[in-house]
């Protein structure tokens, strides 16, 4: 039996920046059933091996292919670019496999042609050169000026944005020769846009703030149209799953969605 409209899609992230793609994938797509994955007891993802992220993927696909997902969509870029070749491989014709990459790459290379681009995002991310290597295969002339931005994911993971610490540390890195006389900068890790705003009040609003979620969001649209698994009804509730509860996932879960959530501890290695 082949892959079904009505079954759910499931998205993975190591935390709550995964969410942000989650909810502009319920904006977009209001019938589909979501089952998200938040790996909180090996976040963040941007200071693991490539090895460590591909065992720790491989293992949340099988939870959600057991759980019927038609699609995975790896809500997340230090995973995007350490895993994706290999869960699509691994998954077969099983589901389909989407990153949060290939979007923003095709976004870029149609919308920011000949321009000087910054990008933040984790080390693993940047390490990879993965949006250096995409951008490169286009004939766009986009030159990529990458930044390793380590701090912010367990910055906003503990709860630590819109405030003086959060004000001090985005500006250092901001500040840093790498995105001099940029003409947009990309956020190139999916926990970066809950802090956009405070990006954009230190850049003074002078250049475009590119995240990926709603860019995503539409790509998954268009991408299950064109397959004809666009689901037209749903009567079931998302699910969330973690590895490790935290409060902070459950209440930021629950300020996303607007509505209390049911949280589901499953680790990984039990």
């Known amino acids: 039996m082949g892959i079904l409209k009505h079954q759910p899609i499931g998205l993975f992230d190591s935390g709550i920046g995964g969410l942000t793609v989650a909810k502009a994938v319920k904006n977009a797509l209001p019938n589909e059933r979501l089952i998200y994955f938040g790996d909180t007891a090996h976040l963040p993802y941007g200071d693991k091996s490539e090895a460590a992220i591909q065992a720790y993927s491989i293992k949340i696909t099988d939870v959600l292919l057991n759980k019927g997902c038609k699609v995975i969509l790896i809500a997340c870029n230090s995973a995007s670019s350490a895993a994706y070749d290999l869960l699509t491989e691994y998954v077969g014709s099983r589901a389909k496999i989407l990153n949060v990459i290939d979007p ?134 998302d699910q969330f799953l973690v590895s490790d509860y935290t409060d902070l996932f459950e209440s930021s879960a629950n300020m996303f969605f607007n509505n209390p959530i049911s949280l589901q501890h499953f680790p990984l290695w039990e």
């Open 104 to 237: 923003m790459v095709n976004y870029l290379n149609n919308n920011f042609q000949g321009k000087d681009i910054g990008l933040i995002g984790t080390k693993r991310t940047v390490i990879s050169a993965v949006y250096e290597t995409k951008l490169a295969d286009s004939d766009a002339g986009i030159k990529l000026h990458s930044l390793a931005t380590p701090l912010l994911v367990p910055m906003i993971e503990e709860g630590y944005f819109n405030n003086k610490i959060s004000h001090e540390i985005i500006d250092e890195y901001l500040g840093q020769p790498e995105l001099n006389d940029i003409e947009a900068l990309v956020l190139g890790c999916t926990h970066y846009p809950l802090i956009k705003n405070e990006i954009k009040e230190l850049t003074f609003n002078k250049i475009p703030i590119i995240d990926s979620a709603e860019i995503v969001a539409l790509s998954l649209k268009l991408f299950l149209e064109k397959h004809d698994l666009l689901n037209d009804y749903n009567d079931e509730p």
